[in-house]
């Protein structure tokens, strides 16, 4: 069973930074990291397999850096020059190897707000 566990939401003011962190068990294909604001369907932010492929969605790029370590089975999203409009409850996500499931996290609530 993967298990997921996830650090770093909070409260920023526009402008700002923070940094998400997740911790997998198990051997994982792909890490990320999804998104949900009130109203809207979850979406993704940012993908990176154990082979360094790495997607962003076209809202973040420039501003957000997906980092992990295979070794350890952790992830990172550093965000900064964050804006209103990335607030949301952050998801992360796995896809073990051979896997067709996929896993979440308990969700981190990210608040941008002046």
């Known amino acids: 069973q993967v298990q997921l566990v996830e650090s770093g939401g909070g409260l920023v003011q526009p402008g700002g930074s923070l940094r998400l962190s997740c911790v997998a068990s198990g051997s994982i294909f792909n890490l990320g990291w999804y998104r949900q604001a009130p109203g809207k369907q979850r979406e993704l932010v940012a993908l990176i397999n154990s082979n360094g492929g790495i997607t962003y969605a076209n809202s973040v790029k420039g501003r957000f850096t997906i980092t992990r370590d295979n070794a350890k089975n952790t992830v990172d999203l550093q965000m900064n020059s964050l804006k209103p409009e990335d607030t949301a409850v952050y998801y992360c996500?796995?896809?073990?190897?051979?896997?067709?499931?996929?896993?979440w996290g308990q969700g981190t609530q990210v608040t941008v707000s002046s």
């Open positions: 996500y796995a896809r073990p190897v051979g896997g067709s499931k996929v896993y």
